[in-house]
């Protein structure tokens, strides 16, 4: 059982819940977004409720699925859902001070359950980069929150299909959610200056087939990224940053 009674018990267990169902909200209006868009696309009902159920990273189902759909070749399926998801490298990288000690078996079933919105509440609640009480079952009520809301909104948008009155709104609820979550990760210049970079690639790559622009984005997001992040220490060596 991924969750212990001790953490289940734990006061910061509850906090971690009570903070995330503050953005619940955002959560399950972009996991019906991706419910629906799987199902509309033709992949069928078998393998969008496997994609739901075992990607658990909405912005690469959106991604990959209409690749999917458009017989895309499988090298451009996998890459495009390897591109979109390096985030999580540096998610990982960021917990690993916190969760190292942790046995391996573990740490892998933490890494399933990461998502964008427990680490930016997580490191919010735990801004120091070491071991502490109360982390863990933190982590836990905020990811099984944030899991329930997702697949309950996904597998919901799966099964009511196209009974959703497009005049809702939802896709473009769903993507003010993604793009408040987005805002959010960008804390200084060596965010927002890969992300503005990241946009402008996008837009001017826009037509290129399979959505390769999403992949040209993605490059000149982590190129411009490793150039801020290896330029640091020669900026500091220059006395040009403290």
Known sequence: ????????????????????????????????????????????LPLALMMSLLVFAGSAQLATVALIASGAPLWVVWATAI?????????????????????????????????DLNYVLFMRRFPQAQPGPGQLPYFWGGAIVNAVAWHASSLAGIFLGDRIPAHWGLGFAGTMALLGMTCTLLTDRATWIPAALAVAAAVAAYALPLKMNILVAIAAAVAMGLVIDHSRPLRRGLGLER
């Open 83 to 115: 591109c979109v998801n390096l985030r999580f490298v540096i998610f990982s990288a960021q917990w690993r001070p916190y969760f190292a000690h942790l046995p391996r078996r573990q740490r892998a079933l933490l890494s399933f359950f990461t998502a």
């Open 1 to 44: 059982m991924p969750v212990s009674d001790a953490h289940w018990r734990h006061p910061e267990f509850r906090r971690g819940a009570r903070e995330m169902i503050g953005i619940a909200l955002g959560i399950a209006a972009w996991g019906l977004v991706t419910g629906v868009a799987m199902i509309n696309s033709g992949i069928g």
